[in-house]
């Protein structure tokens, strides 16, 4: 099994960048934050963006899982890509907002 897994992220590293990779990670990502299993799921959001820099949810998601983790130094790179990519992307503009308010608490 683990050769196999092996095999699978060999070729993901072949293929990458690539616009189509990424979104199984990016959900596995989403069902282990909806777990509050935010390190599983920052790796998984992390080898979603290698995987395929191109798609901003997976930024917007990893900036949310930092939020969680309360690492809003962390947070706010993540959500500045996402809107360097998509200015006009009103979910990371309300993220941005939220790690904005918690930096200026701390």
């Known amino acids: 099994m683990r050769r196999n897994f092996q095999l699978t992220e060999e070729k993901e590293n072949l293929m990458r960048p690539s616009k189509v990779l990424g979104y199984d990670r990016d959900n596995i990502g989403i069902a282990c934050l909806e777990r509050e299993m935010y390190e599983v799921a ?15 949810r997976f930024k917007k998601h990893l900036a949310w899982c930092y939020y969680k983790c ?7 790179p993540a959500v500045n890509t996402a809107l360097e990519q998509k200015p006009e992307d009103e979910e990371a503009a309300e993220i941005k907002k939220r790690i904005e308010d918690k930096l200026a608490k701390h």
């Open 70 to 76: 309360e690492k809003y130094t962390e947070a706010l």
């Open 42 to 56: 920052l790796s998984q959001f992390k080898r979603a963006i290698y995987l395929n820099p191109y798609e901003v």
